[in-house]
Antibody, heavy 118, light 107 residues
């Protein structure tokens, strides 16, 4: 079964850090672009970052640039999001997602909740 | 950034109705437009890619069309399981952006 499993979320104080993980199974992870997409409580979807198949290219939405770092380990079929200097506005459910090759996300994790609050 | 504005923001309809949701981009984009369905507490599900291509396994009552700045998702005959929130997404211009969502409710 094609599957993504997100983990690593939690409650963190403003200015703190968290590292999210996404474990892939059931497909050849190394041939796909991968993304993180977030959804603030009761709000819509926001693309956060993506990473090329071999990790050689990484892109970020402006609001997280310089604070978040996306990475992947193809040997472990995993992707990560290191989040530093967290702000209240980063509070959201974070999904990892697979780029289908048509720039659309065809496989999603179940989401991991990040809450930034003192 | 390209903004995607969906209309309506919410719609009430009955089983068997035909429903159309529109997404308008703030500038002309190519057909890198996708549509998703999201049910409460669940991850989004891809319905349509490249504006009009039905994702594998998605019922044929869903269809997408459009070009330029205007794109539409049509559900030809609503089924009970279709009541959800729908999002459009453009991936033609960086950064990829989503519409604000359209909540489809039972009348």
């Amino acid at each position: 079964e094609v599957q993504l499993v997100d983990s690593g979320g939690g409650l963190v104080q403003p200015g703190g850090s968290l590292r999210l993980s996404c474990a892939a199974s059931g497909f050849t992870f190394s041939v796909y672009w991968m993304s993180w997409v977030r959804q603030a409580p009761g709000k819509g979807l926001e693309w956060v970052a993506n990473i090329k198949q071999d990790g050689s290219a990484k892109y970020y939405v402006d609001s997280v640039k310089g604070r978040f770092t996306i990475s992947r380990d193809n040997a472990e079929n995993s992707m990560y999001l290191q989040m530093n200097s967290l702000r209240a506005e980063d509070t959201a459910l974070y999904y990892c997602a697979r780029d289908s090759g048509t720039r659309a996300f065809d496989v999603w994790g179940q989401g991991t909740m990040v809450t930034v609050s003192s | 950034d390209i903004q995607m504005t969906q209309s309506p923001s919410s719609v009430s309809a009955s089983v068997g109705d035909r429903v159309t949701i529109t997404c308008r981009a703030t500038q002309v984009i190519r057909s890198w437009v996708a549509w998703y369905q999201q049910k409460p507490g669940k991850a989004p599900k891809l319905l349509i890619n490249t504006a009009s291509r039905l994702q594998s396994g998605v019922p044929s009552r869903f269809s997408g069309s459009g070009s330029g700045t205007d794109f539409t998702l049509t559900i030809s005959s609503l089924q009970p399981e279709d009541f959800a929130t729908y999002y459009c997404q453009q991936a033609d211009s960086f950064p990829s952006t989503f519409g604000q969502g359209t909540k489809l409710e039972i009348k």
